[in-house]
């Protein structure tokens, strides 16, 4: 994941590797070939973050595998986390009797790392250079990123064309 600089670059690149090992174990007539198709894209994003997952809480997946309660001492023990059923890490919090979707009422967790900085630039892009609250806002709706607000001031302090934007104009000496 550290070799992109781009989220979409990094699904997109895990998704054509996973098509190349599934056609190299399939027979001649059922390999795929064209462009990635939807539900190969969406496995690719789904195997990004379990494989992130994985290198930041092997122990709280591991005790949640078993169906033990994770330690107290974890960086995630309070968003009561559970599996799904792709085994990957989400919060259970009150919203799971809402009305709510799937993704929004169970965020998918993931930790301060590269992948959860590509994903706010993605975002940032995609909102149009918004601030760090709609930034925030936009991403809670279906990631719970640890240390998201001190990642989203980063990427937005970092960007250049809101640097542009948000320059103070100059005043002559009075």
Excluded at 16 to 44: H, I, T, Y
Excluded at 152 to 163: D, F, I, N
């Amino acid at each position: 994941v550290d070799r992109w600089g781009d989220f979409c670059k990094a699904f997109r690149v895990l998704g054509w590797v996973m098509r190349f090992l599934g056609n190299a174990k399939s027979r001649k007539a059922l390999r795929k070939s064209g462009d990635l198709s939807f539900s190969e894209l969406c496995a690719a994003k789904t195997k990004l973050f379990y494989c992130v997952q994985g290198d930041a809480y092997p122990a709280e997946r591991a005790a949640l595998v078993q169906g033990q309660a994770i330690s107290k001492s974890s960086s995630i023990a309070r968003l009561n986390p559970f599996l799904d059923q792709e085994g990957i890490l989400r919060v259970r919090g009150r919203l799971q009797l809402s009305h709510l979707a799937y993704e929004e009422k169970h965020p998918i967790i993931l930790p301060k790392c590269h992948l959860s900085i590509l994903l706010i630039r993605f975002h940032h892009r995609l909102l149009k250079h918004a601030g760090v609250d709609t930034l925030i806002s936009s991403i809670r709706g279906s990631y719970w990123i640890v240390g998201l607000r001190g990642l989203a001031k980063r990427v937005k302090r970092e960007c250049l064309p809101c640097k542009k934007l948000d320059v103070k104009a100059c005043s002559q000496i009075g």
